[in-house]
């Protein structure tokens, strides 16, 4: 078995729509959990579930100020899993490169 | 609740180092089924069973020829997560834009 990587934990926590959309909102900035949770169909606690699941892998991270709790994204977080796709992204390229490569080649031993 | 969307199992899927491994080492390319459980310590049956989580929400496609069954990734599947933080990437740049002019702005506004 492989072993577990921090970036499990961030795939996992987007899994989820309700988490994306959190992500999402927090994205045009910070906002209280009441904030976060009003348009949202379900309960106060069930909203605070989900933001402590994407805060503990590092997406979100809040602070109470007074009586209520600010959350805020944490890029590390999110950018851990965004490097996994640059890096797969990368080596999709570099095959499509060496694909052109041997099309070219072919293309020019067609011709001779 | 907000609605199941199918990027949902993409995320899940890639949320285990071992799926995650899979899909690395078909960006270079097809594989067999052995090719790909060669290298893990597993047995076969539970690499067939993390193929069939990438296959069932579109990462992989398999075709079996003879006896033996071929993957390869299903660019697809991987494009939905990779367009969503692309999505996530637009609205921070377009935030960081609006701190910017905000900054220029207060600069502006101290010269004065």
């Known amino acids: 078995m ?6 499990d934990e961030v795939f996992k ?8 959309d959190l992500v999402e909102r927090l ?4 906002a209280t959990v009441s904030q976060l949770a009003r348009p949202l169909d379900m309960s106060l606690s069930a909203v605070v579930q989900h ?11 809040s602070e ?9 994204l944490e890029p590390v977080g ?17 095959r499509l490169d060496r694909l052109g490569e ?3 080649a072919a293309t020019l031993e067609e011709r001779k």
Chains 1, 2 share one sequence.
């Open 51 to 61: 933001l402590t699941v994407l805060e503990s892998c590092g997406v979100v991270r």
């Open 102 to 104: 041997v099309l070219a």
């Open 78 to 94: 999110l950018r851990l899993a965004e490097d996994w796709f640059a890096g797969q992204r990368a080596l999709w390229d570099r």
């Open 27 to 30: 994205s045009g900035g910070p």
């Open 13 to 20: 926590a987007l899994g989820d729509p309700t988490r994306r």
């Open 2 to 7: 492989l072993k577990y990587q921090p970036v």
């Open 64 to 72: 109470k100020v007074g009586r209520s709790r600010t959350c805020r």
